[in-house]
């Protein structure tokens, strides 16, 4: 009897069992024929072996930057990125991590169906990223593991309506309907670019788009050449500054310091590469039956999605608002320099999306100046987000690499610093309250 | 047949363009067509018969053969259109 116990326990604390378990409860719910339900298990099973495996070998690039980070200028600097970070977390909180993305889609749902929130959150690997996030900060609270779970999820539910919803009024004013929300974790960042857009836009602001732009900058949207590109540039200013007798005794086994660089810095590349082929393995059957349960459950569902969506709207917006906000990222990184604080180093992937749409909302309220001044302040934030965020992050917030986009900061943060205050209990009562709030009918517009 | 929906990280608005080909197909009554979605990076040549890009992206993947932009890629009727369009020249109507 024992042995059978201590054999489903072990079964359910494989997070890859325990996804494929779910995406198989989908595809059957979902009356799929036998080789789609094979097909689909097996693929959410593997996917998430392949997100393992690609944290390792991330790993191996992030932990010699980081100790030649530290040589070089004696603080600690940290790369913001998703994939990492959440491939690294998973070793560890995988199982809670699938369960909590689980019951929070459907949390979600229920949010939708009862309250004037009609938004169903459709970016997976956001949700994934976010429920992974939640898992980290619910145990390092002090929750014990189904309480973890349920707050977990509940809190998931709550950012994923809640993010969509700020950023609405923002999204009817780009699109000109009400139809499509966005469903993209760094919705503060853009609600702010927005506000400081139309602070700074003046009466008749001039559009980006009517600026001619060079072509010839496309290659930045393939996120692994961007990645590679930016990687090597900043594992070079930090390997020469670290120093070439440093890095060939201790790191690098006397490979030439340079070249030891450039393949470390092809690593990270090649990490977040293979973690997206996990993220899509994984999402491929978890994502459809979420969209066609809501659909069916939730009347007028406003669906939450990517953020490219937006990125149409305005091209050059886009273009612009990458650099302003890299330009954020390096004028922040400079002052935490001077500072002596933690180093947050501007990663290329959270800029070009997350700076892109900010450019996209600050165009669409302000104009040129708006796109500007509004993806600077973006930048600005998701640098200084991920210095108040590591601390709630327990262990992993020494792991040279965290979460990036605003969002995460904002919802860590908050509930990590309520876990500070009145641990486990504090969480639990905003999370009421926050669930009280939402539930009013009243039809007032929801403010950013 | 094969179709490849492609965006540059391949994970929320190809898989969401993949889920709104597949519904079209389903209202036109066309069955036996594979939809698969993927990142700009791992998308090559032979992977698919007929790509589907958004616009801001089309010059990237002009290499991948037979490509179809979609100037708005939450506009379901632009994406009936043009699947309707792609399935007649393929004599799947």
Known sequence: ?448 | MKILAVCSSGLGTSFMVEMNINQVLGELGITGVEVNHSDLSSASPGDADVYFLAKDIAEGGAHLGEVIVLDNIIDMDELRDKVRKMAEEKNLI
Request: aromatic share 10%.
């Open chain 1, 1 to 448: 009897m024992n042995s059978v116990l201590t054999t489903l326990v072990d079964i359910l604390s494989q997070p890859a069992i325990l996804v494929a378990m779910i995406a198989l409860i989908g595809l059957i719910a979902q009356r799929k024929n036998l080789s789609d339900t094979m097909k689909g298990t097996t693929k959410t099973f593997v996917g998430f072996l392949v997100i393992a495996a690609g944290a390792g070998i991330l790993e191996t690039s992030l932990i010699p930057f980081g100790t030649m980070f530290q040589e070089a200028f004696n603080v600690a600097g940290v790369v913001p990125n998703n994939e990492a970070i959440v491939a690294l977390a998973l070793n560890e909180y995988g199982s809670n991590t699938a369960l909590i993305m689980f019951f929070g889609m459907i949390v979600n749902i229920l949010i939708a169906r009862f309250t004037r929130f009609k938004y169903i959150f459709l970016t997976g690997h956001h949700a994934l990223y976010m429920a992974c996030m939640l898992a980290v900060i619910m145990a390092v609270a002090g929750f014990s593991t189904v309480p973890q779970i349920a707050a977990g999820a509940i809190a998931l539910g709550i950012i994923m309506t809640l993010s969509p919803a700020i950023l609405q009024p923002f999204m009817r004013k780009l699109t000109g309907n009400d139809n499509v929300a966005l469903g993209h974790f760094s919705a503060v960042g853009y609600a702010v670019s927005g506000l400081v857009g139309k602070a700074v836009g003046g009466k008749e602001p001039t559009s980006t788009e009517k600026i001619n732009f060079p072509k010839g900058l496309g290659f930045l949207r393939d996120s692994t050449v961007s990645i590679a590109l930016t990687m090597i540039v900043m594992y070079f200013v930090v390997a020469i500054a670290a120093g070439p007798t440093f890095i060939e005794a201790e790191l690098s086994d006397g490979t030439n310091f340079l070249v030891f660089s450039l393949i470390q810095a092809g690593n990270f590349a090649a990490g977040v590469f293979v973690i997206l082929a996990g993220v899509r393995l994984v999402l491929a059957e978890i994502v459809p039956a979420f969209k066609g349960i809501s659909t069916k459950l939730v009347p007028n569902a406003k669906p939450a999605l990517d953020v490219p969506i937006v990125f149409t709207y305005a091209p050059n917006a886009v273009l612009i608002g990458f650099f302003s906000s890299f330009a954020g990222g390096l004028f922040s990184m400079i002052f935490m320099a001077l500072a002596g604080s933690t180093i947050i180093l501007p990663g290329v992937v959270p800029h070009f999306f997350t700076g892109a749409a900010a450019g996209v909302f600050g165009n669409a309220m302000g104009g040129i100046r708006g796109a500007v001044a509004g993806s600077f302040v973006n930048g600005i934030l998701i640098s200084f987000l991920p210095v108040f965020l590591l601390p709630v992050l327990g262990e992993l917030g020494f792991a040279n690499t965290t979460f990036s986009d605003a969002d995460f900061g904002v919802g860590g943060i908050f509930f990590g610093s309520l876990a500070n205050f009145g641990g486990p209990i504090a969480i639990v009562i905003s999370l009421i309250v926050i669930l009280l709030l939402m539930a009013i009918p009243f039809k007032k517009k929801a403010t950013a």
